[in-house]
């Protein structure tokens, strides 16, 4: 009887700790798939941010372009209008040849459309722009601070395409590849800048006298704005109303008159 007893004990004992190890199991799945769940995030969030300082990039590289002259294909610049001097036209013609040597790939600065970008557009109320709150907004009853360029929803996607259309060359197979263009997609950009007036800064460089007692230099500051969006699955091209993840940057840039 005692030797029943002890098998009884030790059978239930056995099926306890099955029960307990099936508990156990069963918990570090579900930390485990929270954990993955919980980088994935982390990742998606660093991705992000990464998209957003892209954008910062792009508002000030196109602030340079304004002022020192956008790229052109020196072919499309017009000829000068009719019943210009030939003074004039001796002048356009020595300014394309200028170009001409100076081109890349047939792109060059067209310095004749220098020009310093000032606040003279009504930007769009995107949740990019409504992020800010140092900005006056017309859901805040007042008028809409005036931007020198507003970008609205730029894929970043386009931008990383081109690696991907060879495969093997990124160690992805063709399968992976169009995967990765796909969730590219749902990366989106923005961007605008505002002129917020004139600002000393100071210089540097081997230009300054070694004399000189003042270096502060004038200049004209911008203040830049970039966002990065992770849009839902499945959200097209064109939507950008209400994203997943939305990251705010900002910044201060000076370039000298």
């Known amino acids: 009887m005692k030797k029943n007893n002890q098998n009884g004990f030790t059978l239930i004992l056995s099926l306890v700790m099955l029960l307990v190890m099936s508990l156990m199991g069963g918990a570090l799945i579900v930390i485990s798939s929270g954990d993955h769940q919980s980088n994935n995030t982390s990742d998606q969030y660093q991705q992000t941010f990464y998209v957003a300082e892209h954008a910062l990039i792009e508002a000030e590289k196109r602030i340079i372009n304004r002022m020192i002259g956008p790229w052109t294909e ?148 911008y203040r830049i704005y970039g966002c990065g969006y992770l849009m839902p699955k499945g959200a097209e091209l064109g939507e950008f109303e209400d994203p997943e993840i939305l990251i705010p940057l900002e910044t201060l840039i000076i370039l000298s008159s």
């Open 74 to 221: 020196v072919s499309t610049i017009t000829t000068p209008p009719v019943g210009s001097t030939p003074t004039e036209i001796t002048a356009h013609n020595n300014y394309i040849e200028q170009l001409t040597a100076t081109a890349i790939d047939g792109f060059a600065r067209n310095t004749d459309g220098r020009d310093t970008p000032r606040n003279t557009l009504t930007p769009v109320e995107t949740p990019c722009f409504k992020s800010f709150r140092n900005l006056i907004r017309n859901d805040a009853g007042g008028n809409l601070s005036l931007v020198t360029d507003h970008f609205t929803n730029q894929n970043f996607g386009s931008l990383i395409e081109p690696i991907l259309n060879t495969p093997s060359d990124v160690g992805l197979e063709a399968d992976d590849a169009e995967k990765e263009k796909e969730y590219l997609k749902r990366y989106r950009y923005e961007f605008f800048s505002i002129n917020v007036g004139s600002s000393t800064f100071k210089g540097a460089g081997a230009s300054l006298k070694k004399t000189s007692t003042n270096a502060q230099r004038q200049g004209t500051a």
